[in-house]
């Protein structure tokens, strides 16, 4: 069972958006501005893309975002492409005697 | 080009050591965090324990102490993670990533499929 909630699953069809939820505690999420997220192909290593809620790294197109409101985080990934297709994980500070705890994954399917 | 080069596959078998590296390139070992984060089959993301090179102050994660060693070499860029006594719950992918404050993952070695089998 993973510290943060994510849904098993999402789809949209190419140009649409989607929404991405991942659900903590306020010992997690709600407890500081600092949730990430990943975006993993099939055999490929995780990918940062979102950090400290809503900064993008350079190089992650801007139809990536992130946002927070209490407990929850959420990544919005605009204007679907096929190349979104990809597991999508969330992660969250939670505090200096623990350890950056991750959302089970969400697999993100575009029609 | 900040890089992060891991070992090979290993296929081991229960009650062997084993131990792992994660080579760094492009960039000041010693002033960020590396990170493990095992991946076991069809599962999520979990990081074991963070090291940082420069005075190796390590920390590990609950399910993680006890269970294995983390380490660097600063003279040659590269961490590692070992285990003295492997089990079948061990069979996993292994990534280790690079990180400026020990919570973010900025960049990712190509992970290390370690395979624990009778």
């Known amino acids: 069972q993973s510290a943060l909630t994510q849904p098993r699953s999402v789809s949209g069809s190419p140009g649409q958006s989607v929404t991405i939820s991942c659900t903590g505690t306020?010992?997690?999420?709600?407890?500081?501005?600092?949730v990430s997220w990943y975006q993993q192909h099939p055999g490929k290593a995780p990918k940062l893309m979102i950090y400290d809620v809503s900064k993008r790294p350079s190089g992650v197109p801007d139809r990536f975002s992130g946002s927070k409101s209490g407990n929850t985080a959420s990544l919005t990934i605009s204007g679907l492409q096929a190349e979104d297709e990809a597991d999508y994980y969330c992660?969250?500070?939670?505090?200096?005697?623990?350890?950056?705890?991750f959302g089970g994954g969400t697999k993100l399917t575009v029609l | 080009e900040v890089q992060l080069v891991q070992s090979g596959a290993e296929v081991k078998k229960p009650g062997e050591s084993l131990k792992i590296s994660c080579k760094a390139s492009?960039?000041?070992?010693?002033?960020?965090?590396i990170a493990w984060v095992r991946q076991m089959p069809g599962k999520g993301l979990e990081c074991m324990g963070i090291?940082?090179?420069?005075?190796?102050?390590?920390r590990y994660g609950p399910s993680s102490q006890g269970q294995v060693t983390i380490s660097a070499d600063k003279s040659i860029s590269t961490a590692y993670l070992q285990w003295t006594s492997l089990t079948a719950s061990d069979t996993a992918i292994y990534y280790c990533?690079?990180?400026?404050?020990?919570?973010?993952?900025?960049?990712w070695g190509q992970g290390t499929l370690v395979t624990v089998s009778s």
């Open positions: 990533a690079k990180s400026s404050n020990g919570r973010v993952f900025e960049v």
């Open positions: 306020s010992s997690d999420v709600g407890g500081y501005n600092y």
């Open positions: 992660s969250s500070y939670a505090g200096d005697y623990t350890f950056e705890v």
């Open positions: 090291i940082y090179p420069d005075d190796s102050d390590t």
């Open positions: 492009g960039y000041r070992f010693t002033s960020f965090w």
